[in-house]
């Protein structure tokens, strides 16, 4: 089932769980960055994972801190990655609080600053306004070399209808990703979509075919630049808007067709697309975290987000005895069947993460795993889902961090230590150090290299 | 928790404090004086005080008419029941504090968005407050009237008719009806396009359909694929499309109307076949959700436009059966363009014996169906092609792109031209102009270069696709557009508000020569125009897509009714479901009924499967048919399957749900989201005494947070509890074993007991139904969030319609032919169009991007 099962590649390995067959190409000697990289002792992948409505925080929290300490009923899956894995606690998402006057829509909030650390502004029209998040800032930085800035990542459709959060426009709970403070990122469920959106159109592996495709889509884009810059001369200024949007994006489909075309003669996967959405979570949910992997392993991108459900997820689970739905177990009132049941899909959804983590970590990357040059952070902003409480949230990071991350620890922060620390630190570890995110006052401290 | 409730009692405290201490003098004599915190409405008797005549109300013109000596009426009027809590001391609510004392009521011109959110309160029953005083039903009448009257008369002196987005993308319905229209493809939107956020309720929103790189590439794959097979290019490599069924698809009948008689499951799609070449169809049978075998031996046929090709006998016992190794696959050779293709089983012998004379199976939702499939079915066809594909002789998308064809060289220029000037006009959806045509012609010949003549073409029509021209609707003001004065809109850009409307696509040749002419702007013309756009198939876009987000519909599609509760719950009914309802507001369009109807219709349509669910005796097989109900209980939308599950949990039935999609979808009173830390409603099977949700909630009233807002939902969704969570009729609560209670009361103090009084009560409401629906209608024709400015345009059309009986012509004619739909206002800076004409582009984007 697994995508890759063996610890040393093979160059031609079939994804099964897939029904697909890709020629891997061998990672070291593929992009010459990765060899200026190892000396330079920054992780070059970035990933963040997001569930929804909180978790069960009594089996989340492990009971010792330090580096001693004993994993937790929910982070038991990830026993076989303890040495890379810090568990975080005490760190607060402050600004998905309610402001004076903001009131509800607690989960529209967590998902909207989970990554961006911002106050979001509160509308359902189109004036939404949050941050560029971490994951983004990290594509502006590791995604100059890949084809694909990022990818975004779900498994529930945006399309259920009705509210989504009081007051808040859809935007914020259908995402965690912005590309820039007015530019939420659609996440993608569809694998088939995500699966065109990393191999484009032609499934052929050939280099004069991918070639000639690339040329194609350059004067197609040149012609759109075109057609734009002459509707621009008879637009007034107020109404072009929308138009410089689009020719943002014809900028960066541009600059994304050059990265391939330096590419092009790189061995490319032998693919099946995948079908369209499997039926039950468990194939979804791997099928999505197969093709995050694929994305890492074949260099597509580096830089990740994936969303297991929108805040307010009302799926049920039952294959593992939850027939519930999951909102409503989260609002469990301290009922021990509830609570019970929480964890239980805060477990399974802990299982799915694990089964990502070991893809990555049994594929061979420069002088260790993809997992040992990677950093992935995944929670929720909402810790208990009762009460909409955003302070002391489930927050796990996990890998090596190409060296600048030695995990199996949990530590205990300062109550009300902005989230944002952890990303100023983390931003740091990926070769952007920045002063300030969001509304970190500092840089999270013993998050420390070897 | 606690603090919640303080925090709320003390809102309710200083509330009566405020009364108390009021110092209006009218308030102080009538008021008997409430000193004490009592349960009890505070009584007023003096009624008499304000005038009852609407005579009396006539305003008065000039500010400061409340300075000194006696406020007028309405003054009089709001003081007594509104300023108590909307005043400047004590500012009520405290987000968007509403200050009553500081407005003067008797201009309305200075507050308008104000007193139009008062109307809209008040209307609705939610202000004042129940259990506080409100004016007996005479002086309430009035002083809405006067308060109406007098906005209504400002917004006709001083019209604002709204500006939609000025570029508004197409969303994935519409680029996925215009590919149709324009090229007779056939796309699968939802597998091509990610999905459009929604604003409003719908998502054709112009503010709120953005575009991002992703989507962007998105556009650029699907014109490179929708090219190609228009042309039908001979260079496709073979692809795989796959169909799939729901594992909850019951397949022991006869499908549906394109399955062949006497055939049993399987499935239909309409397929398009991009060239003449061989395809494989490869069939997938293994059922059940964990993929276990199917038993027995089974004969299968594979028909194309109903033309036998080829029949298999599957045996199960053959190894690899659902193990997706060794699917039965035919290769056949299959010309270019959309064919039906259908496979099917043989039907078993028994089909000639009526369904419900026929032993039962388990349902599929059951655990038994999952351990003992009964007998195969299919569950995926792929189609796999084209191979050794050749041009297609003659297809439709052929006919419509190649209207000339070059006998040599030297013609092909002149007939690429002409070939893209025609394409361009209807996808632009205006007339075109060589700054228009000029581009495409240059990449069709930079294709010309690297191919032949149809190559050139194809690359054309691709960039077509992805043209801002084609993608944007966009909406110009004219260079004599002066800040602040509505503008009318072109013919062209009518045309396309028309056909976006109505069809959600682009306008057909007749529309776009009618605005060539001018003459689409006269409103003879017009009418005519939406009465042919009603009558044509292409209005089932505005079913699915008004209609689907307006009740929710889309939602049946991820409904998931809790196995063990709702075993015979299968794809069979969800199918049947969202059919009923389309064929039903089809249906009701198409005979121009009073949309009142909707509420009260005596019949609707179903097929075997749906019948069954509704106990309506001697319905057979798949084909949908109308019929009358024998009682009222099931009347209109109410009593429809459809609208029941989405309003209902997988679990159990949601009277909050209901309530809150009633008020919500059908009267328009959306009340506010619940804060956080509320109390879950406790589920039975929790160790607890099985009750009713009626009791349930009833408790989780008690609590003063939720009370005020569930006393409003709650009631209206008690009327539906005799219908299950999915539409089913029941008389009692199988969990708490007594007799469903139905009866409950409206805001606005109205009783009934069950579907039938509440439908009747609910008419009592018609004018806010109406009004409701005409603003989704309106924000959905717009494609824009409503404002207080087009309350008045609201109030005229259901005014207007209101003679009409409100049929359907007579409230979209209301909106096509209202100012906001016909006219806009320019940008509000009235940046003048050719101020930037000689602005590089780069630089402007750069100015503009600080």
């Known amino acids: ?450 | 928790m606690k603090k919640m409730s303080l925090a709320v009692m003390a809102v309710v405290l200083g509330w009566v404090v405020l009364v108390a201490a009021d110092p209006n003098p009218a308030m102080l004599k009538k008021n008997p004086g409430p000193t004490a915190i009592t349960a009890q409405p505070v009584v007023m008797h003096a009624q008499a005080a304000v005038p009852a005549s609407p005579a009396a109300w006539s305003p008065q013109t000039g500010g400061g008419a409340q300075a000194a000596g006696t406020p007028t009426p309405a003054r009089a009027l709001v003081n007594r029941y509104c300023v108590g809590c909307h005043n400047e001391r004590r500012p009520t609510p405290a987000g968007a504090p509403v200050m009553l004392d500081r407005l003067n009521i008797d201009d309305v011109s200075q507050d308008p968005a104000v007193w139009e959110k008062v109307v809209r309160k008040v209307r609705s029953g939610s202000m004042p407050p129940a259990g506080l005083p409100r004016p007996d039903a005479q002086t309430f009448q009035a002083w809405m009237e006067n308060l109406e009257g007098g906005l209504d008369r400002l917004a006709a002196a001083k019209p604002n008719v709204g500006r939609p987005a000025p570029i508004h993308r197409l969303n994935r319905a519409e680029y996925t009806n215009a590919v149709r229209d324009l090229l007779a493809v056939q796309i699968d939107g939802r597998a091509m396009l990610p999905t459009d956020d929604s604003g409003y309720g719908f998502d054709n929103i112009g503010d709120v359909l953005s575009v991002s790189p992703g989507l962007l590439e998105r556009y650029m794959l699907a014109a490179t694929k929708i090219s190609r097979q228009a042309i039908g290019d001979p260079t496709l490599k073979p692809g795989t499309t796959t169909y799939k069924t729901s594992p909850l698809l019951l397949q022991n009948d006869r499908l549906s109307e394109d399955l062949p008689f006497g055939s049993r499951g399987g499935m239909a799609i309409q397929h398009p076949f991009p060239l003449d070449a061989e395809y494989v169809i490869k069939v997938d049978l293994s059922r059940n959700l964990d993929g276990a075998q199917i038993r027995g031996v089974h004969d299968m046929e594979v028909r194309i436009d109903q033309v036998l090709v080829k029949q298999m006998t599957i045996d199960a016992g053959k190894a690899g059966m659902g193990s997706g190794k060794g699917l039965p696959e035919v290769r056949i050779p299959v010309t270019a363009g959309s064919h039906l293709v259908t496979i099917t089983f043989v039907g078993a012998a028994d089909q000639l014996v009526p369904r419900d004379a026929r032993p039962s199976d388990p349902p599929p939702n059951s655990f038994a169906y999952q351990l003992n499939p009964i007998d195969a079915a299919v569950s995926s066809i792929q189609v796999i092609g084209p191979y050794d594909g050749k041009v297609p002789k003659e297809t439709e998308s052929r006919k419509r792109i190649f209207v000339c064809k070059p006998s040599s060289m030297k013609d092909e220029q002149a007939c690429a031209t002409r070939i893209m000037s025609g394409l361009a006009r209807r996808a632009y959806r205006r007339s075109v102009t060589d700054a228009d045509v000029q581009p495409l012609v240059k990449v069709y010949q930079a294709g010309r270069e690297k191919g032949d003549f149809e190559k050139g073409i194809q690359r054309g029509v691709e960039a077509l696709l992805v043209s801002p021209k084609f993608l944007f609707r966009i909406e110009q003001d004219p260079t004599s557009a002066s800040a602040g004065a509505a503008y009318r809109l072109s013919d062209f850009a009518l045309a396309s508000r028309l056909s976006f409307f109505l069809w959600s696509s682009i306008p057909d040749d007749e529309l776009l020569n009618v605005a060539e002419q001018g003459r689409l702007k006269n409103p003879t013309v017009l009418e005519q125009q939406v009465k042919r756009l009603l009558a044509d198939s292409r209005a089932s876009a505005f079913v699915s897509n008004f209609g689907g987000q307006w009740l929710y519909l889309r939602n049946l599609r991820t409904a998931a009714p809790n196995a063990d509760l709702f075993f015979d719950f299968d794809d069979n009914l969800r199918v049947a479901f969202q059919r009923e309802t389309e064929m039903f507001l089809q249906d009701q369009m198409q005979t121009d009924r009073s949309v009142l109807d909707l509420l009260t219709a005596d019949y609707t349509f179903v097929n075997e499967r749906l019948a069954r669910h509704y106990d309506i005796p001697n319905v057979y097989g798949s084909h949908f048919r109308r019929v009358a109900y024998p009682d009222k209980r099931r009347a209109g939308l109410l009593g429809q399957g459809s609208v029941l599950t989405v309003t209902s949990y997988p679990n159990r039935t949601s009277p909050v749900v209901r309530g809150k999609w009633l008020l919500d979808n059908l009267l328009g009173f959306a009340p506010p989201p619940p804060p956080p830390n509320v109390p879950a409603l406790r589920e039975n099977g929790e160790g607890v005494v099985a009750t009713t949700v009626r009791a349930r909630l009833e408790q989780h009233r008690k609590n003063p947070v939720c009370s005020s807002c569930h006393s409003q939902m709650d009631p209206l969704g008690f009327a539906l509890e005799n219908f299950d969570a999915i539409g089913k009729w029941r008389t009692d609560d199988a969990e708490a074993k007594t007799a469903i209670d139905s009866s409950g009361t409206l805001p606005d103090g109205t009783k009934f007991n069950g579907p039938v009084e509440f439908r009747t009560a609910l008419l009592g409401r018609s004018g806010d139904f109406v009004a409701n629906l005409t603003e989704k209608l309106m924000t959905y024709g717009l494609g824009r969030g409503l404002d207080y400015y087009d309350r008045p345009v609201i109030r005229k059309i259901v005014r207007d319609a209101k003679m009409s009986d409100y049929r359907w012509s007579s409230l979209i004619m209301g909106i096509v032919s209202s100012k906001p739909f016909q006219m806009r206002m320019p940008s509000a800076s009235g940046a003048a169009a050719s101020s930037v004409a000689a602005v590089p582009v780069d630089s402007s984007m750069k100015g503009r991007a600080q």
């Open chain 1, 1 to 450: 089932m697994g995508l890759i099962t063996k610890k040393h590649l093979h160059r031609r390995t079939f994804l099964r769980g897939l029904g697909v067959s890709v020629a891997l190409p061998l990672l070291d000697g593929m992009v010459p960055a990765f060899a200026a990289a190892r000396t330079t002792a920054a992780a070059r992948r970035f990933g963040a994972v997001y569930v929804p409505n909180g978790v069960e925080m009594r089996m989340w929290t492990p009971k010792t801190e330090g580096s001693g300490f004993g994993m937790s009923p929910i982070l038991e899956p990830l026993a076989p990655f303890r040495d890379q894995t810090f568990v975080l606690s005490g760190l607060a998402d402050k600004v998905a609080v309610p402001a004076p006057g903001e009131g509800i829509g607690d989960h529209a909030r967590a998902a909207s600053t989970w990554l961006t650390g911002v106050r979001v502004k509160k509308t359902e029209g189109p004036d939404i306004r949050a941050g560029v998040s971490l994951d983004q800032l990290a594509a502006q930085h590791l995604g100059k070399e890949t084809q694909l800035a990022s990818l975004e990542l779900a498994l529930d459709s945006v399309e259920v209808l009705g509210a989504c959060d009081a007051g808040y426009s859809c935007a914020y709970a259908n995402t965690i990703s912005w590309r820039t403070p007015t530019t939420p990122l659609p996440m993608e469920n569809n694998p088939r979509a995500v699966f065109e959106r990393m191999f484009g159109a032609s499934s052929s592996t050939d280099a004069a075919t991918r070639q000639a495709r690339l040329a194609e889509d350059r004067s197609i884009l040149d012609f759109v630049t075109e057609e734009v810059k002459s509707l621009n001369r008879t637009l007034g200024g107020g109404d072009q808007g929308k138009l410089h949007e689009y020719l943002e994006a014809v900028r960066d489909v541009e600059r994304r067709i050059q990265t391939a075309e330096r590419q092009s003669t790189r061995e490319l996967p032998v693919v099946e697309q995948p079908m369209g959405i499997p039926d039950t979570f468990h194939e979804h949910a791997r099928l999505m975290y197969d093709l995050m992997a694929l994305a890492y392993q074949t260099d597509l991108t580096r830089v990740g987000t994936f969303m297991i459900g929108k805040e307010v997820s009302g799926r049920s689970y039952p294959e593992i005895g939850v027939p519930d739905g999951h909102h409503a177990c989260s609002h469990h009132q301290n009922d021990p069947a509830k609570l019970a049941k929480l964890a239980k899909i805060n477990t399974y959804h802990m299982e799915h993460f694990a089964y990502f983590l070991e893809k990555l970590r049994n594929t061979p990357d420069g002088d260790g795993s993809l997992l040992d040059h990677s950093i992935f952070v995944y929670g929720s902003g909402i810790s208990d889902g009762n009460i909409h409480f955003h302070l002391d949230l489930p927050m796990v990071v996990v890998g090596g961090g190409a060296g600048t991350l030695k995990g199996g620890q949990h530590l205990r922060y300062k109550n009300d230590t902005p989230l944002t620390n952890l990303y100023v630190a983390l931003l740091d570890k990926l070769g952007l150090p920045m002063d300030q995110f969001g509304d970190s006052t500092g840089k999270l401290d013993y998050l420390t290299g070897i």
